[in-house]
């Protein structure tokens, strides 16, 4: 099924559940959790701390194009 088909509001419903849940885990972290590192298969070794700011990156990302295609820009270019 094509994007154009899928129905927005329950789409965003569904990414806010999901976030809300990576954030919940993320608050259980310790201090010294978001050190740990991993190694991407793409990107090589990378922290906690890393993999939480490209998510973060990501979404930005995906915002802007949501916010292009209702041709309301209000997020600023990086």
């Given at each position: 099924?094509?994007?154009?088909?899928?129905?927005?509001?329950?789409q965003l419903k569904a990414y806010a559940d999901?976030?809300?849940?990576?954030?919940?885990?993320?608050?259980?972290?310790?201090?010294?959790?978001?050190?740990?590192?991993?190694?991407?298969?793409?990107?090589?070794p990378q922290s906690v701390s890393d993999q939480?700011?490209?998510?973060?990156?990501?979404?930005?990302?995906?915002?802007?194009?949501?916010?292009?295609?209702?041709?309301?820009?209000?997020?600023?270019?990086?």
């Amino acid at each position: 099924m094509g994007y154009s088909k899928w129905d927005v509001r329950e789409q965003l419903k569904a990414y806010a559940d999901e976030r809300a849940k990576t954030i919940a885990y993320l608050k259980t972290l310790a201090p010294e959790d978001w050190a740990k590192m991993i190694t991407h298969n793409e990107k090589g070794p990378q922290s906690v701390s890393d993999q939480a700011n490209q998510l973060l990156g990501h979404d930005l990302y995906h915002i802007d194009h949501l916010l292009e295609y209702t041709h309301e820009k209000v997020a600023g270019t990086w």
